[in-house]
């Protein structure tokens, strides 16, 4: 199953044009899927049965992360269409309890592989996102913010990243979901398993200060379920977690595979947003598709 959106203008397709920045549209053979450096191998699958059903164990994610405090994270976004295969990497530390983080994103080169582009600095914050070195038109020492709420995917895709906390919070509306067995991420012990998630139910359980952004998402979306895997930790901590995200757009389809993988849980996280004065204002050139009110 896949999800698909409504339209091309703004929302979801804002990877291709907030954080890709125009790289997609010349972007042909960059690499694969499956490269957020902490592939699960081997799948040596046990005989052992889940502590739990399977679905009340995934649903549970979200909470447990929260008990855990914060975490440090590596992310993967990968966009296909039309045979043009992009992958935006991303890497920094997550607080669950204040739902702040820092990733810097990096973009792939251009297809000749001599366009370097600047990372990408986000700050993660409820119903925000916030970008510095956004792209062309923006003064190098401002900031882009985003109401996250106002976009049809609520976050899950636009920024190039999943927020850590919507990839937790959207498996609170786990349904059919199956316990495919143990392996091992990373030299830790997981359970791995599989299954979609309901977008309107997961935006009716997830905690107040993400429920807009995934209402939004909910609402945006013409399909309510998006395909996982999920790989938790034998104290029911999620490692990975892996959403499956299709758009429907006037021209190839977009697929797109975001994947995010956490470790290091406890680690201190500093974020400070930026004051309003930091904030840019203006307009923001997209790449290569005119300009954009941010």
Known sequence: MVVQQRRCGGGPLAVLALAVAGVVTVGSGCSGAGGDGGEVTGERVSRAGPAGAPAAVVRGAAEALAGAG???????????????????????????????????????????????????????????????????????????????????????????????????????????????GRTELAGVAVRHYRGTAELGRAAREASPSSRGALAAAAKGFSTDTVPFDAYLDDEGLLRKVRHRFTFATEGPAVAVVSTMLLYGFGAPVSVELPPEADIYTGRVQQGGSGPETP
Do not use: C
């Open 70 to 180: 914060s975490a440090e994270t590596r992310t993967s976004m990968e966009t296909a269409a039309g045979g043009t295969r992009v992958t935006i990497r991303g890497q920094g530390a997550y607080d669950f309890r204040r739902q702040l983080g820092r990733i810097k994103v990096i973009l792939p080169k251009d297809a000749a592989g001599s366009d370097e582009h600047r990372p990408i600095t986000e700050l993660l914050a409820p119903g925000a996102l916030y970008m510095k070195n956004r792209g062309a038109g923006v003064p190098d020492d401002k900031w882009v913010r985003i109401d996250t709420t106002a976009l049809e995917d609520g976050n899950l895709v636009t920024g190039g990243v999943t927020d850590p906390t919507a990839s937790a919070e959207l498996l609170r509306g786990a349904g059919e979901v199956t316990y495919v």
